[in-house]
């Protein structure tokens, strides 16, 4: 909003997708660079389910976490271990946001396995980024992929692989070749767009999504950082190798 030759904020939203997933943990650095370089293969689809950060501004040196449910607030520094929100908390602090009013709507439900707080990390990062350099462009793509999975994953927060944050910010249908190169802008992995020529719509008549209601165990930090047994691999490839013609069949309609 223009007014009297300044500009102001008056509002930033940003909106994430969920996504399945399949080949899991192959995307976890233990596991792809256990194995070949570009071996390990995960694949994923966007659902429309969305997490959906908006920021409008507050009192002056005042945080506050709105939901349908509940309201929070932070005055002065903001401490991750006593909010509900430990990791919007700490992309906050981290990158000096020090006031606002920050709606968080979710239709994903928690626990489902289906990205939520990856979406949510990827989201808080683009709107931290929005506030301080305007939109992200698609060349900062891949720097808030590996800012959010550091959030997630070296606070101690949770355990994930790097898709969860990859699948939030590409959307679509993709598959990922892991630990695929020593050049390039993404030299930790390789994308392939594997949305099947008919498109989105026509492809949603085909995926049948079931939710069983059972929540998944919430994975800590650390079990990630060791490398895959010699007696797995074989099992491993074996995986990214049915996930790579998971991927090849969707891309060819079949």
Same mark, same amino acid.
């Given at each position: 909003l223009?007014?009297?030759?300044?500009?102001?904020?008056?509002?930033v939203r940003?909106s994430?997708?969920?996504?399945?997933?399949?080949?899991?943990?192959?995307?976890?650095?233990s596991?792809?660079?256990? +194995?070949?370089?570009g071996l #390990?293969? =995960?694949?994923?689809?966007?659902?429309?389910? $969305?997490?959906?950060?908006?920021? !409008? @501004?507050?009192k002056?040196?005042?945080?506050?976490?709105?939901?349908?449910?509940?309201?929070?607030?932070?005055?002065?520094?903001l401490d991750?271990s006593?909010?509900?929100f430990p990791?919007l908390?700490?992309v906050?602090?981290?990158?000096g946001v020090?006031?606002?009013?920050f709606?968080?709507?979710?239709q994903?439900?928690?626990?489902s396995? +289906?990205?939520?707080s990856? #979406?949510? =990390?990827v989201?808080a990062?683009?709107?931290? $980024?929005a506030?301080h350099a305007? !939109? @992200?462009?698609?060349?900062?793509?891949?720097?808030?992929?590996?800012l959010?999975?550091?959030f997630?994953?070296?606070l101690?927060f949770?355990?994930?692989?790097?898709?969860d944050?990859?699948?939030?910010l590409?959307?679509?249908?993709?598959?990922?070749?892991w630990?695929?190169?020593l050049t390039g802008?993404?030299?930790?992995?390789?994308?392939?767009?594997?949305?099947?020529?008919c498109?989105?719509?026509?492809f949603s008549n085909?995926?049948?999504?079931?939710f069983?209601?059972?929540?998944?165990?919430?994975n800590?930090?650390?079990?990630q950082?060791?490398?895959?047994?010699?007696?797995e691999?074989?099992?491993?490839?074996?995986?990214?190798?049915?996930?790579?013609?998971?991927?090849t069949?969707?891309?060819?309609?079949?």
């Open positions: 223009r007014d009297l030759g300044r500009w102001e904020i008056i509002s940003v994430c997708p969920a996504r399945v997933d399949v080949g899991n943990r192959l995307d976890y650095p596991f792809f660079l256990s +194995l070949p370089a #390990a293969t =995960t694949a994923n689809i966007a659902v429309e389910l $969305r997490t959906t950060l908006t920021y !409008s @501004p507050g002056p040196g005042c945080i506050c976490f709105v939901t349908d449910s509940m309201t929070e607030e932070h005055a002065g520094d991750p006593t909010s509900r990791i908390s700490a906050l602090r981290h990158f020090t006031n606002g009013v709606k968080i709507e979710s994903i439900p928690p626990g396995g +289906l990205g939520g990856g #979406a949510l =990390t989201a990062i683009g709107l931290a $980024r506030l305007g !939109s @992200p462009k698609e060349q900062d793509r891949s720097t808030i992929a590996l959010a999975h550091f997630e994953n070296w101690g949770s355990s994930t692989g790097f898709q944050q990859l699948a939030a590409y959307g679509g249908a993709n598959l990922w070749n630990g695929a190169g802008d993404e030299p930790l992995y390789a994308r392939t767009d594997m949305m099947p020529p498109g989105s719509d026509e085909h995926l049948l999504l079931c069983t209601g059972h929540s998944h165990p919430r800590r930090a650390g079990e950082f060791k490398p895959l047994p010699s007696g691999l074989r099992q491993w490839n074996k995986v990214a190798q049915l996930t790579q013609e998971f991927g069949s969707l891309k060819g309609a079949d």
